[in-house]
């Protein structure tokens, strides 16, 4: 059970993700940030995003890097619950507790079951997208992008349209 009560921005929000329950606040952030910093998002977010929004919906959060908040992404699907901040660990805790006094086997073996569709499709795409996410780290637009956040700057990617897609 993930308890989301802050940013969880990049790789940290697709850990969160990845887990079986995922309760937020309902003003946290989520966002997956590997774009903005000229990377592809190639460490999970490919992954989890499409299975629990939709592809379409992935890729504009993946492609444009945008966040939205506990709430939207409980109202998306991307998240279980949405509460306020002072519930999200009581919450947490309540779920994790109903998990603890089921049918450790029925639970068990259920969580085995859905997660063996996940790691299928975690096969599916996870070498290209850690390929692609080390070629990116690679280019300029990559450089440029850590330093203008460095500088406190807006990026000026290079804009390379030559490239293959």
């Known amino acids: 059970v993930a308890a989301i009560n802050g940013d969880a921005l990049g790789f940290a929000a697709n850990v969160a993700l990845l887990c079986d329950v995922t309760v937020a606040s309902e003003t946290a952030k989520l966002a997956d940030t590997h774009v903005a910093l000229g990377a592809v998002a190639g460490d999970g977010g490919a992954v989890i995003w499409p299975l629990l929004i939709g592809p379409n919906r992935a890729k504009e959060f993946l492609m444009l890097g945008d966040s939205l908040t506990g709430a939207e992404a409980a109202r998306i699907g991307l998240v279980n619950y949405a509460v306020p901040p002072e519930e999200v660990l009581p919450k947490a805790r309540e779920l994790a507790q109903r998990l603890a006094d089921g049918p450790t086997w029925a639970i068990r073996w259920s969580q085995l079951a859905v997660n063996k569709w996940l790691k299928q499709q975690a096969n599916l ?11 990116t780290l690679t280019t300029q637009d990559h450089k440029e992008a850590l330093k203008a956040l460095q ?5 000026n990617y290079i804009r390379n349209r030559s490239a293959q897609s």
Do not use: F, S, T
């Not at 795409?125 to 070629?135: F, N, P, R, S, T």
């Not at 500088?151 to 990026?155: F, G, T």
């Open 125 to 135: 795409i996870m070498d290209a997208g850690l390929a692609y996410e080390a070629l």
């Open 151 to 155: 500088e406190k700057r807006k990026p």
